[in-house]
């Protein structure tokens, strides 16, 4: 299984946005370059693994801000620290809303979070497409080791070692 990321919107990349109306998000780098969320690319390993993977191997490199991509819905910033974003992750999904006469409606879904700078709770921010009125577009999280785990840090993170006891059940 293939690692690299998705730096360019390349044509699986428009297949999947713009043929198959699927949700995905780019983030801006400090270099000046993107990620794309490439999420089931063939060959490849899981969008999220190759991700952390490159910033775990490329510390120099920062996530500046993390936008909604999605043709057709409005451009959307869930996150923007010009001096690197520490602590955050994203996540997708569907979901079905059923109804008593057996007919249903589909959702997509972007949940992008980020660790506060106390590393105390976790700021979420979800996108739903099409709007629905059972999801909320903002909560607070507190830090587990599920999703402290699955978080990007900058390097020598100072939220990463507040929050390592979640990690490994300990304190630093």
């Known amino acids: 299984m293939k690692t690299g990321i998705c730096r360019t919107f390349d044509p699986y990349m428009k297949d999947i946005c ?34 952390k993977f490159f910033f775990a191997s490329n510390t120099d490199v920062k996530a500046l ?35 008593m006469d057996g007919s249903f409606k589909d959702y997509q879904f972007l949940v992008v979070s980020l660790l506060r700078p106390e590393a105390d709770n976790i700021d979420v921010k979800k996108f739903v497409w099409p709007f629905n009125e059972f999801e909320k577009s903002q909560s607070i999280r507190l830090p587990t080791g599920d999703n402290v785990s699955e978080m990007v840090f900058k390097n020598e993170s100072e939220k990463f070692k507040k929050v390592q006891k979640h990690i490994n059940g300990t304190a630093v």
């Open 18 to 51: 713009h043929r198959q109306t699927i949700m995905s998000w780019e983030i801006i780098l400090s270099d000046g370059s993107s990620i794309w969320g490439d999420y089931e690319r063939p060959g490849y390993m899981p969008c999220w693994d190759r991700v």
């Open 65 to 99: 801000e993390i936008k909604l991509y999605m043709f057709g819905a409005p451009t959307h910033t869930f996150f923007l620290d010009e001096d690197g974003l520490d602590g955050f992750s994203i996540s997708r999904g569907i979901a079905k809303e059923q109804f």
